[in-house]
Structures are given as structure tokens and as C-alpha cells.
């Protein structure tokens, strides 16, 4: 296969678009694509973005299940007004630097899961199912084109890698 640049976006694209599509099957559409709006951002760092700390494993599974995780209790305990998608939001901040799962598209998904109403049932299926068929797709697709690195490169690595991140000096 060609390595120019083009060629390399040509390859990104039809990854994400493959993974992107394969969730969509596996999570029966028309009911579930809103709760998997975040797997586009992850498509990106998947794909694109394949050696970023927020790409791997242990962000992408843990920023996407303990966002709706923490959405999903905000909303069973406190409903869906204004202040609870605040709450949540800062939660799922303060979840995903503490354990070191930043995932930034998965950052949406307390709005997500208050917006929709969700049951803990959610996390099976579409999230847990939808994140699962994108790493799969990633996995195999990084390992076809010659020259990848292939995904994922480090499993368990911190995202961040230190909560000594941007903002504050050390």
C-alpha cells in the first residue's frame, strides 16, 4: 500500500468510518446513535491520533464507562435539571484526572446520558458494545496498513500521565 499522505488519510478515514459503522450495527440504530455522539471524537484519537495517552486503553474504556457511569447516577439520583449536568460534568472531570482515563470525547457523555434518561443498562449496551467494536476496528485496522504503529501502544498508560497536567506550575 502507497505511504504517501493522502493515502494515510484515505486509510484513517475508512477506519473510522468502519468503526463508527460497525458500533452503529451492533447498538440497533435509530434508537442508540445520540449515546454514541462521543464515539466520534474517539474515532478521531483512534485513528488518527493512535500513540495520544487518550487514545488507549485504559482512557478510552475508563473515560467512556465511568462518564456514563457517573451521568447515569446523577441523573437516577437527582433528575435532569441544570445544575445536575453541571455536577456531573465536574464529576467526570474530577473522575477521569484522578484515575488517570482521560478520554476527552468521553467527556461528553454525562450530558449524553442525563439528556437521555438512562437506566445503568446503558453502559452494556450501546456504550460499553459501541467502544469495544471501535477499539476492535482500531486494533486489526492499525495492523493492515505497513508502517502503523499499531493500536493500542501502551495499555495501560495514565492519561494524563501525572496530575502535574497544563494550568498549574509545579
Same mark, same amino acid.
Not at 49 to 77: E, K, N, S
Given at each position: 500500500?502507497?505511504?504517501?499522505?493522502?493515502?494515510?488519510?484515505? /486509510?484513517?478515514?475508512?477506519?473510522?468510518?468502519? #468503526?463508527?459503522? !460497525?458500533? !452503529?450495527?451492533?447498538?440497533?440504530?435509530?434508537?442508540?446513535? =445520540?449515546? +454514541?455522539?462521543?464515539?466520534?471524537?474517539?474515532?478521531?484519537?483512534?485513528?488518527?491520533?493512535?500513540?495520544?495517552?487518550?487514545?488507549? @486503553?485504559?482512557?478510552? =474504556? #475508563?473515560?467512556?464507562?465511568?462518564?456514563?457511569?457517573?451521568?447515569?447516577?446523577?441523573?437516577? =439520583?437527582?433528575?435532569?435539571?441544570?445544575?445536575?449536568?453541571?455536577?456531573?460534568?465536574?464529576?467526570?472531570? /474530577?473522575?477521569?484526572?484522578?484515575?488517570?482515563?482521560?478520554? @476527552?470525547?468521553? #467527556?461528553?457523555? @454525562?450530558?449524553?446520558?442525563?439528556?437521555?434518561?438512562?437506566? !445503568?443498562?446503558?453502559?452494556?449496551?450501546?456504550?460499553?458494545?459501541?467502544?469495544?467494536? +471501535?477499539?476492535?476496528?482500531?486494533?486489526?485496522?492499525?495492523?493492515?496498513?505497513?508502517?502503523?504503529?499499531?493500536? @493500542?501502544?501502551? /495499555?495501560?498508560?495514565?492519561?494524563?500521565?501525572?496530575?502535574f497536567w497544563g494550568g /498549574?506550575?509545579?
Amino acid at each position: 500500500m502507497h505511504h504517501s499522505p493522502i493515502a494515510r488519510l484515505l /486509510w484513517c478515514g475508512l477506519g473510522a468510518a468502519t #468503526g463508527i459503522g !460497525l458500533a !452503529l450495527l451492533l447498538t440497533s440504530p435509530p434508537a442508540s446513535p =445520540f449515546f +454514541l455522539a462521543s464515539l466520534g471524537g474517539s474515532a478521531v484519537f483512534l485513528f488518527g491520533l493512535t500513540r495520544a495517552p487518550a487514545a488507549q @486503553p485504559r482512557a478510552l =474504556f #475508563g473515560g467512556h464507562l465511568g462518564g456514563a457511569f457517573i451521568g447515569i447516577v446523577c441523573y437516577q =439520583f437527582f433528575g435532569d435539571a441544570l445544575w445536575v449536568y453541571v455536577l456531573a460534568q465536574v464529576l467526570v472531570l /474530577w473522575y477521569m484526572l484522578l484515575t488517570g482515563t482521560v478520554h @476527552p470525547p468521553a #467527556g461528553a457523555n @454525562p450530558i449524553i446520558m442525563i439528556y437521555g434518561h438512562s437506566s !445503568l443498562s446503558v453502559l452494556w449496551n450501546p456504550v460499553f458494545v459501541g467502544v469495544l467494536s +471501535l477499539a476492535v476496528v482500531a486494533v486489526v485496522w492499525s495492523r493492515i496498513y505497513p508502517g502503523l504503529s499499531p493500536y @493500542p501502544v501502551a /495499555w495501560l498508560d495514565r492519561s494524563p500521565p501525572s496530575l502535574f497536567w497544563g494550568g /498549574w506550575k509545579e
